[in-house]
């Protein structure tokens, strides 16, 4: 008898990097993640979302964090997915780094997102762990070019965009908390990459080849 497949091979994936471990997200983690996001994430005279979550009563904004993230993980397919990676700092979640594609087989583009903790902000992570994705993107995915953005006020975000090689490509009105915000939009090849001088460590890709529409690995 065939063994049965991996219902789920995400649960094995795991991306290392000299100071971080990113995994796609899973209850355990999330429960971790939400006393991040209750510790604070920004002050609270600032909002780098699009969608102000942070903004939520505190009796619910848990509620709300896991129904999101379940409700991503649950629509999960190869023509439209996105992986929320939590983000460990010396064994314990300090954030999340959001990698996301639609129809990546024929666009081979991602898009990302991420937040981590104030408690940790200031130490380079969040370089380090969307690093770790373009890496991951690029040499295992086959991505051609990946994308983000930012408001333009938010200059840690662009900071790192900068570090890593993003050229920008141009701006957007958005909605902020009722009042139009300008968002800076970038983008960045594998040849615009400036890598880190580290080398990601990859574990269970294979598996999760099929399921992000990827390239068949070598």
């Given at each position: ?117 104030m408690e940790v902000q200031g130490r380079g992570i969040g370089t380090e762990m969307r ?83 990827a390239r068949p690995p070598a």
């Amino acid at each position: 008898m065939d063994p049965v497949p991996e219902p789920w091979p995400l649960r094995h994936l795991v991306l290392r990097t000299p100071r971080l471990e990113l995994r796609p997200d899973d209850d355990t983690g999330l429960d971790e993640l939400v006393a991040v996001g209750h510790r604070g994430v920004h002050p609270p005279e600032q909002m780098p979302f699009h969608v102000p979550w942070t903004d939520a009563d505190p009796r619910y904004l848990g509620r709300g964090m896991l129904q999101h993230f379940w409700q991503q993980r649950s629509a999960l397919t190869p023509e439209n997915w996105a992986v929320h990676f939590l983000v460990r700092f010396e064994g314990r979640v300090v954030g999340v780094q959001t990698m996301r594609a639609k129809d990546f087989a024929g666009r081979r583009t991602i898009d990302s997102g991420s937040w981590i903790g104030m408690e940790v902000q200031g130490r380079g992570i969040g370089t380090e762990m969307r690093a770790a994705v373009l890496a991951f993107a690029f040499d295992h995915l086959g991505a051609t070019r990946a994308t983000s953005a930012a408001f333009a006020d938010n200059a840690r975000s662009l900071r790192v965009s900068d570090k890593l090689g993003y050229r920008r490509t141009g701006t957007a009105t958005v909605v902020r908390r009722g009042e139009p915000t300008e968002e800076v939009q970038v983008a960045i090849t594998p040849d615009e990459f400036l890598r880190p001088d580290w080398t990601l460590t990859v574990e269970g890709y294979p598996a999760c080849a099929g399921l992000l529409a990827a390239r068949p690995p070598a």
